[in-house]
């Protein structure tokens, strides 16, 4: 990638990656029981960075959202296709849940403190993420969860029952939360991912081959 500054568009891009990356986590961690470690790190990181000079510092980069300018890609270019049926769900579900969760002021501070508290273990402990997401699940159950709009997970339920992978999908979600918070900071709205979804395309795609991932 080039130092040139991102424009608005590229930045809510890559905010909206980060929501798409959390859409294919949870999908692949729920189904599989498995994911990358590289971008699960990413998604976890961004829930410590409070006040980013860009939408890229939120992942450590655009590279740490990689995963999710791929799979925005995919989603852009056809939201009917059978096998990503899931994702578009749950990238809705972060979008809607988002909204609510920025309405309740006392929610949102709440999670900020908790995450707050939750950041000197994130940098005293960074390689033991299921002791991170332990802590961050909690969060998750004690704010998000109690809502009545709660985003219906998909899978296998060997892994959903797996205490360890539930940990690591709600940790996910208040990172797809997190992603979709910034993208509205940014200007971003559900009725322009259709009204500009072209532009969206070209903008994920653009950013992937920076990358040299297309």
């Not at 980060?18 to 590289?38: C, E, F, N, W």
């Not at 829930?47 to 510092?57: E, G, H, I, K, R």
């Amino acid at each position: 990638m080039s130092d040139t500054p991102l424009s608005n568009l590229e930045q809510q891009t890559i905010a909206l990656a980060g929501v798409a990356q959390a859409a294919r986590l949870v999908d692949q961690i729920s189904k599989t029981g498995s994911y990358p470690l590289d971008f699960l790190e990413s998604s976890i990181h961004s829930l410590f960075v409070f006040s980013p000079d860009s939408a890229a510092d939120l992942f450590g980069g655009i590279s740490g959202v990689k995963l999710g300018l791929q799979n925005l890609s995919s989603l852009l270019a056809d939201t009917k296709a059978q096998e990503t049926h899931d994702l578009v769900r749950y990238v809705f579900s972060l979008l809607y849940l988002e909204r609510k969760f920025a309405a309740n002021t006392e929610m949102v501070s709440v999670v900020r403190s908790r995450l707050n508290h939750t950041s000197f273990r994130a940098e005293h402990f960074s390689n033991n993420v299921n002791e991170l997401c332990h802590s961050i699940s909690g969060i998750y159950e004690d704010t998000l969860s109690n809502h009545k709009f709660r985003i219906k997970v998909s899978g296998s339920a060997q892994h959903l029952q797996d205490p360890k992978k539930a940990q690591m999908i709600r940790t996910v979600l208040l990172a797809g939360v997190r992603s979709a918070f910034l993208w509205r900071q940014l200007g971003g709205h559900r009725w322009g991912l259709l009204l500009y979804r072209k532009k969206l395309l070209r903008s994920a795609q653009n950013l992937s081959r920076g990358l040299g991932v297309v």
